[in-house]
């Protein structure tokens, strides 16, 4: 983690203790968040990431700012601050109210906390255990980005401590669902699959670009249940998150995949960062005087 973080609208020391004991968000996970990737100064797909934060805040009951472009402000002052120019950011927003443990101090509903780190450098595959009823698909709050994170942590965790970098998530049908961290794709020929979102997986932002956006000639991108089965029979199968962008996958546990489709993923990749080279373009064009950092 970098220096400096955002605690509302103040940018302020990491070390300096701005929390409290009584933030009910903060005792019980309740909240929601984003990882945003910083690309020359410029909040990367920002407006998705906001829409996907409103929408699973008022799922889950969570007050929430109004004001977009406000948070935008604040989160850039913040990567100015840390001179956070190609970095990636996370932003919290965390309910403050409710319950028996709500803290006698409480002043606001809810707190935003944000900070920056530098890009992991993931390497160029990835190796994924296999965990059975990792997501349950029929949940009411299935897909949404929350605080509470402790059980993907732990299985993440677990997978280092096995030897794989990330684990496949099946939900309680046996569908292939997600991983802790990001969303998996399974390509065979053209044809580019991803689980629907009613298999329990979360609508990551690199998930709806490749779905809503990115073009390349003969490749179709598709929504489509897959069973592990899938994944084996798969020319390659590779995993897609804000801060690993396509990462082709060469082991899954259980499984024999192939490796066939590499200059397939290659070509989603390079469509992928010229689609954000073209979104960085466009947003310091418009906004010139907001991209300092």
Not at 50 to 56: N, P, S
Not at 281 to 292: E, L, Q
């Amino acid at each position: 983690m970098h220096r400096f973080v955002l605690h509302n609208d103040e940018i302020v020391d990491a070390r300096q203790k701005t929390l409290s004991a009584g933030q009910v968000g903060l005792l019980s996970g309740w909240g929601v968040f984003s990882t945003i990737r910083i690309a020359d100064g410029v909040l990367f797909a920002f407006e998705r990431h906001w829409q996907r934060m409103q929408h699973d805040a008022g799922r889950m009951h969570v007050p929430f700012p109004t004001d977009a472009d406000q948070l935008k402000s604040a989160l850039l002052r913040l990567a100015e601050a840390n001179n956070a120019r190609n970095a990636t950011l996370r932003v919290d927003v965390v309910r403050n109210c409710g319950g028996m443990w709500e803290g006698p101090d409480q002043t606001r509903d809810y707190d935003v906390i944000a900070f920056t780190s530098d890009i992991n450098p993931w390497g160029e595959s990835a190796r994924l255990g296999m965990k059975a009823h990792g997501r349950h698909a029929q949940n009411e709050f299935a897909g949404a980005k929350i605080l509470s994170w402790a059980q993907n942590l732990t299985w993440y965790e677990e997978a280092h401590r096995q030897g794989f970098d990330e684990v496949v998530l099946l939900n309680e049908r046996g569908e292939v669902s997600e991983c802790t961290s990001a969303n998996i794709f399974a390509s065979t020929g053209g044809e580019v699959a991803t689980p629907p979102l009613n298999s329990g997986c979360l609508p990551g932002v690199s998930r709806e670009l490749l779905l809503d956006e990115i073009r390349v000639p003969a490749i179709t991108l598709i929504e489509k249940t897959l069973l592990p089965g899938d994944l084996e029979r798969a020319d390659q199968v590779f995993i897609t998150s804000t801060t690993r962008d396509l990462m082709p996958v060469s082991h899954i546990e259980g499984l024999k995949v192939r490796s066939d489709g590499l200059d397939l993923v290659e070509q989603l990749a390079q469509a992928f960062a010229k689609y954000r080279e073209a979104y960085v373009k466009r947003n310091v064009a418009a906004s010139p005087d907001k991209i300092t950092v």
